[in-house]
């Protein structure tokens, strides 16, 4: 599908597009983590009595869908028609709170659980006098891989849902090589089911540990990965070899504060982000991107059109305290405003494309 429609997507406005996207269901596939936030008050850091170490005294909590569940979550703040998301959870509170959480947002979540495999959940610890994120953060990991039953489960109800939306992202976000929910299997089903409804189905992965492993679907990869998995593949960065290796119809490699480099068949093009001076909080700005991006490619077809709204999008959310997303209302107005403050930075090095 991609360029068949590039020439009407290139004129479209972006108030144009969120009218769009307005009409699109949106399925995000993969790693949907907790993310819980404790601020802690380190006058009440009182020795325990059983073991004499002080303890951490969390004073409150908040929790919010991470990694895919931030894609989730900016599509549904952009105004998508349906937002779904397929996971894995684990019988437990961090479980109960990642559902509900989701569903507060309206988004739906189906989350295959099992007893012997944690929640995968995030905990920042923040210093309430200093506001500052001073102490390790507490991570939930799954010990092992996906049990082959769960795996065969999870495929299956991606081989049914997939073709019923306009839209499918897959956060590829374990840290670990085999904890994750996108396994090879799911990687090869993704492939046959892009492969097959290319034209009515766009396909788009953030993987930033196992980009070469995929295969006929968009990439999304930040610099540094990108490089890394250019060295894996070739032992050279080759951004042209890490797209034909893939078969991905695009290959997005993101570059922060500069934008965003269109890897295609017929070359390579930037689409430059706007400049800001002191961002609040870059933390889950790839995961709106994504959801950003995503979305404008389907309704435009043009991949300059849509890696512009994800910046757009994501210049926005990194304004915001902690993990934000950005509604139509704020990119509309960062559109406007963003004359005032618009660079066009040098092409970043890159020593071999």
């Known amino acids: 599908m991609i360029g068949e429609g590039a020439k009407l997507g ?21 790693d949907i983590r ?70 507060a947002r309206g988004i739906s979540p189906e989350l295959l659980a099992r007893a012997d495999r944690p929640t995968f959940t995030h905990t920042r610890l923040i210093n309430c006098q200093s506001g500052k994120e001073d102490l390790s953060r507490i991570d939930l990991v799954a010990p092992g891989p996906l049990p082959e039953e769960m795996e065969r489960e999870l495929i299956s109800r991606l081989e049914e849902s997939a073709p019923k939306y306009d839209v499918v992202i897959v956060s590829d976000r374990a840290e670990t090589v085999e904890a994750g ?14 492969h097959l409804h290319s034209r009515t189905t766009t396909f788009w992965v953030n993987s930033p540990k196992r980009t070469e492993h995929f295969r006929r679907v968009i990439m999304q990869v930040n610099r540094d990965d990108a490089r890394e998995a250019c060295m894996r593949a070739f ?7 890490l797209r034909h290796i893939t078969r991905a119809p695009l290959l997005i490699v993101t570059h922060g504060a500069d934008g965003a ?62 993990t934000g997303t950005a509604s139509p209302e704020e990119i509309l107005e960062r559109e406007s405003n963003a004359w005032f403050t618009r660079s066009v930075p040098c092409s970043p090095k890159i020593s071999r494309w």
């Not at 290139?10 to 269901?25: D, F, G, H, S």
């Not at 990694?67 to 109960?96: H, K, N």
């Not at 430059?272 to 700005?285: C, D, K, L, T, Y």
């Open 34 to 103: 907790l993310d819980r936030l404790c601020r802690y008050d380190p006058e009440l850091a009182t020795p325990s009595l059983e073991t004499g170490i002080p303890r951490t005294a969390v004073v409150s909590t908040e929790v919010t869908p991470g990694a895919g569940g931030t894609v989730a979550c900016q599509a549904v703040d952009l105004g998508a028609a349906e937002v779904a998301v397929l996971g894995v959870a684990g019988c437990d509170g961090a479980g109960y709170e990642l559902e509900g959480a989701l569903a």
């Open 181 to 194: 929910v996108v396994t090879p299997g799911v990687r090869d089903a993704l492939s046959r089911l892009a």
């Open 261 to 322: 480099l269109i890897v295609h068949l017929r070359g390579m093009e930037w689409a430059f982000a706007r400049s800001i001076e002191s961002p609040v909080n870059v933390r889950g700005a790839g995961d709106v991107f994504s959801a950003g991006a995503a979305l404008a490619l389907r309704v435009t077809d043009d991949p300059q059109a849509a890696a512009n709204f994800g910046n757009l999008t994501a210049e926005v959310a990194i304004m915001k305290e902690w």
């Open 235 to 241: 032992e050279e960065v080759n951004y042209f070899g």
């Open 10 to 30: 290139a004129n479209m406005t972006t108030a144009q597009i969120l009218k769009e996207i307005r009409k699109m269901r949106v399925l995000v596939v993969g």
